[in-house]
């Protein structure tokens, strides 16, 4: 009878657990910003990388210097004075994420890839390597992140 018991609250722990919102564990994103030195004198010294959650309905704050950040909760990381970063994000919502250089400038610089916005989903593959990444000017002559070749 004990058994029988011990086997019916397992399967109920099963089934409620199962039934949750499912929640990432940790991640860890890296990469290079390959010209950063370059690059760098183009930015606010007190730009940083951070994780925001894509949207329909996303929103910005423009700072009293100008600088613009999209509206994010999530991971943020420093970029070293050889352009490397490490991002590390935990328990983060299903969904897809950017990877956005925040207070750089007075416009918003996305990390893209192949011309196309990357999205970082979760749940995913983690740690994830991004290499090497370059900044260069889009079509309006804004600056992007963009994968080197």
Not at 39 to 67: C, H, I, N, W
Not at 127 to 133: A, H, Q, S, V
Request: net charge positive.
């Amino acid at each position: 009878m004990r058994q029988l018991r011990c086997m019916f609250i397992m399967l109920g722990m099963v089934l409620v657990l199962g039934s949750l919102p499912a929640i990432a564990a940790e991640m860890t994103i890296t990469g290079t910003i390959t010209n950063w030195q370059e690059a760098k004198s183009k930015f606010s010294p007190k730009a940083y990388l951070q994780l925001v959650k894509r949207s329909d309905k996303m929103t910005f704050t423009t700072d009293g210097e100008g600088l613009r950040t999209l509206d994010s909760n999530f991971s943020k990381a420093a970029i070293s004075k050889a352009g490397v970063f490490k991002l590390h994000g935990t328990n983060l919502p299903d969904g897809e994420y950017l990877l956005v250089l925040q207070r750089a400038t007075t416009s918003s610089v996305i990390l893209v890839k192949n011309g196309q916005v990357l999205g970082i989903k979760v749940p995913g593959k983690f740690p994830l390597n991004l290499g090497e990444i370059s900044i260069v000017k889009n079509a309006v002559g804004q600056p992007s992140l963009r994968i080197a070749p």
